[in-house]
């Protein structure tokens, strides 16, 4: 299953003008397990995503009493870049989103 | 924090650059029902980009317009405002605020006494900073910042902000003002104030800035345009919504601590962290009850943001529709950059790195880049931007049109549109945007002391349009 499809609520925000985050929920326990489970939900997994190196991973987090994740990295086109084509970084979910959770093709 | 017992101190939030919703003025009232001590804005912040920090072009939000009806309780019920204003925070964007500011207190018969505090930095003051204090280091590591600041980096910028914390808002509001409004600040800083004032401790007044400073985008449903409401003690909070329809939920208001932050309990703040790995939130008569938050001390740090002219932006947008066209849109994009780029014309600029030009075809890649995994148009259309960069705007218009002209009735295989290629939408076809800017500096600066270098200037609103500005005030010694 992709992220995109176990994930209630999948928002992508600048932190700052060079990092971005990745907020998750998910509607109930089995999927939030899914996702918490997963190896695309790791610091390399989310660096396999975006092509970028684990370091620009600042974390992924988790917490129960919601059902949430959230995910952090630093920016490869940030706003200060005159050529980034998502100022408010709100479309930056989409390379994760697409990733798959049970390890199939997607 | 003494431990003396604390009157409850009660806080109104809302986004002052955001329309308010429709309702506004009966949750006004609701709130101004169970008690309101102080009415709190952010309206500032470095989510739009470089570009109005470094142009000082205003974005045209009316930020005066949506305070209205808050300033108009506020002034009734004799409690104090506290605003932001200006979105990049600059004198320049502060000022044309508050003239708008000026026309509302005028049109309505209001005289408030305001205090305004200034948070733009002269780059003479930074300078000296830079040479004779302690590093300035960047905020944001891996960003490939200047670490430290340099004396260069500081001549290169157009304009820099400090965001203020909650010290000055605090002076500002122990001079017994209707209300205070600064340039960029800290935005739970704003919220901070007043209740510090009061002795709440620094936990929980940050803790409930973080969840009032988005306004009505903490409740559910969220939307930033509605207001919320809190009521602070030395122990916690109370989160209630003044809205019919929209309510506070644990759910509502831990998502929200993550909201627009890296790191979902930890955040770093001038003068300390802000800890909410041990918060606790329950639903309470009415609203949901926050607890448990912590303050870490840390040396003081003032965030500075700064932006540096990067050139002038030109832009082209051609619409295509031709099927042979779209399966090789990508090629005909590269060759005519290869064309522009390569003419001897422009090759002395491409060298010394004075133009640089980039074409994103939306309907393929043009969102993603190359983490794109969609390799061709899979629509029936698609939009060709043409996206230069050069040090002057005659250069930048200039390679426009040439790349223009190239897509346009440049040759491809199988070609059957030989009068023209693509749609033009746009008139004039090369469209002159902007000066283009880059945020040079997003850097902490050490001071000792959070208040001197932001003074509070009392002013009686509405201003006489010839008063004189005393902008020297703003910039004392840092």
């Known amino acids: 299953m992709r992220l995109y499809d176990c994930a209630d609520i999948i928002r992508s925000k600048n932190a700052g003008p060079f990092a971005v985050t990745i907020d998750l929920f998910f509607g109930d326990e089995e999927r939030y397990r899914m996702a918490r489970e997963s190896a695309l939900l790791t610091p390399e997994g989310v660096a396999a995503a975006y092509d970028v190196a684990v370091d620009r991973v600042k974390g992924v987090w988790w917490d129960d009493r919601i059902r949430a994740a959230k995910v952090s990295l630093m920016r490869w086109s940030s706003s200060t870049d005159p050529y980034c084509a998502d100022l408010f970084g709100a479309h930056l979910h989409t390379p994760l989103a697409a990733g798959s959770l049970t390890g199939e093709a997607s | ?478």
């Open chain 2, 1 to 478: 924090m003494s431990g003396l017992p604390v009157e409850p101190v009660r806080l109104l939030g809302f986004v002052n650059h955001i329309a308010p919703s429709a309702d506004v003025e009966e949750a006004i009232a609701r709130a101004f029902e169970w008690g309101v001590d102080a009415v709190v804005a952010q309206g500032t912040g470095s989510d739009w980009g470089p570009y109005w920090l470094g142009s000082g072009e205003q974005v045209a939000a009316n930020q005066a317009a949506n305070v209205e009806p808050y300033v108009r309780a506020a002034l009734e019920h004799g409690v104090p405002f506290v605003f932001s204003f200006g979105i990049a925070g600059g004198d320049v964007h502060l000022e044309s605020c508050l003239r708008r500011f000026d026309e509302m207190c005028e049109r309505n018969g209001w005289r408030p006494r305001v205090g305004v505090i200034r948070s733009e930095l002269s780059r003479a003051d930074l300078r000296a900073a830079v040479e004779q204090g302690p590093p300035v280091v960047p905020c944001a590591a891996g960003a490939g910042l200047a670490d430290p600041l340099t004396v260069e980096d500081v001549d290169q910028v157009e304009r820099v902000v400090a965001l203020i914390g909650p010290e000055p808002v605090m002076a500002g509001l122990e001079q017994g003002v209707d209300g205070v409004i600064t340039g960029r600040a800290l935005d739970i800083g704003l919220f901070m104030a007043l209740p510090m004032l009061r002795g709440i401790p620094t936990a929980i007044a940050a803790h409930a800035g973080k969840m009032l400073e988005c306004g009505g985008l903490a409740l559910e449903p969220g939307d930033s345009g509605r207001c919320i409401w809190a009521s602070l003690d030395a122990t916690g909070f109370t989160v209630r919504s003044p809205h019919e329809g929209a309510a506070p939920t644990i759910r509502s208001l831990v998502s929200h601590t993550f909201y627009e932050r890296s790191h979902p309990t930890q955040e770093d703040n001038p003068g300390g962290t802000l800890d909410l790995s041990a918060a606790t939130y329950a639903e309470v008569d009415g609203g949901i009850r926050c607890e448990g938050a912590q303050w870490h001390e840390a040396p003081y740090t003032l965030l500075l943001e700064g932006a540096r002219r990067e050139g002038f932006r030109a832009v082209s947008l051609l619409g295509v529709r031709e099927p042979a066209l779209l399966e090789q849109a990508r090629s005909w994009t590269d060759a005519a950059e290869q064309a522009t780029l390569t003419a001897p014309r422009f090759a002395q600029a491409v060298a010394e790195g004075r133009l640089r030009l980039h074409t994103r075809i939306f309907g393929l890649d043009a969102v993603l880049g190359d983490l794109e995994p969609h390799h061709a148009v899979t629509g029936h259309e698609a939009g060709v931007l043409v996206d230069v960069v050069a040090d002057t705007a005659e250069l930048a218009q200039e390679a426009a049109y040439y790349a223009f002209i190239r897509l346009f009735i440049g040759p491809y295989p199988g070609r059957k549109t030989t009068a023209g290629n693509a749609a033009a939408p746009l008139m004039p076809v090369v469209v002159p945007v902007s000066d283009v800017y880059s945020f040079s500096i997003y850097h902490l600066l050490p001071v000792a002391d959070p208040v001197a270098a932001f003074p509070v200037d009392v002013t009686a609103f509405p201003r006489r349009v010839s008063a004189p500005s005393n902008p020297e005030v703003a910039h004392a010694a840092l």
